[in-house]
């Protein structure tokens, strides 16, 4: 199991090519409270499932709220925005092909985007994913 922490919450890789050879990627997500994660958009097609706590799914043009035992499918290439609830948080299991690339639609990073976002218009493999 590999654990990275970000500004956002704890991004735990349950399985993936670097952890067993998996042929999926499968992690876990701990999402801090009142968080607000990045505009962004992943080139493969992703599913997520919350299993506690609450937030809201901004995809494309439509918003979505989640809670325990909701499931999405995140298809690829739509930009997407999360954002978890104030108090609780939320927790997420989701998984995706191996490979998946992280990117800013528009080639625009975020003023605030920390380290490990993708800048400008680079295509990056979150660490949690390989």
């Known amino acids: ?3 990275i922490e970000t500004p956002n919450g704890l991004m735990t890789t349950l399985a993936s090519p ?3 050879e998996a042929g999926q990627v499968l992690w876990r997500v701990d999402a801090k409270p009142g968080m607000e994660g990045p505009y962004h958009a992943i080139d ?3 599913v997520w499932t919350w299993l506690d ?3 809201r799914v901004v995809l494309g043009e439509a918003a979505f709220e989640v809670g325990p035992g909701d499931t999405m499918v995140l298809p690829a290439d739509v930009p997407r925005q999360m954002f978890a609830d104030a108090e609780r948080g939320f927790v997420a299991i989701a998984a995706g092909p191996v490979g998946a690339q992280a990117y ?3 080639g625009v990073s975020e003023p605030e985007a920390c380290d490990l976002a993708p800048k400008g218009d680079e ?3 979150p660490p949690w994913l390989r």
Do not use: L, S
């Open 53 to 55: 706590g609450t937030g």
């Open 44 to 46: 493969v097609e992703q």
């Open 1 to 3: 199991m590999r654990k």
């Open 18 to 20: 670097t952890q067993g």
């Open 123 to 125: 295509r990056t493999v």
């Open 104 to 106: 800013n639609p528009g």
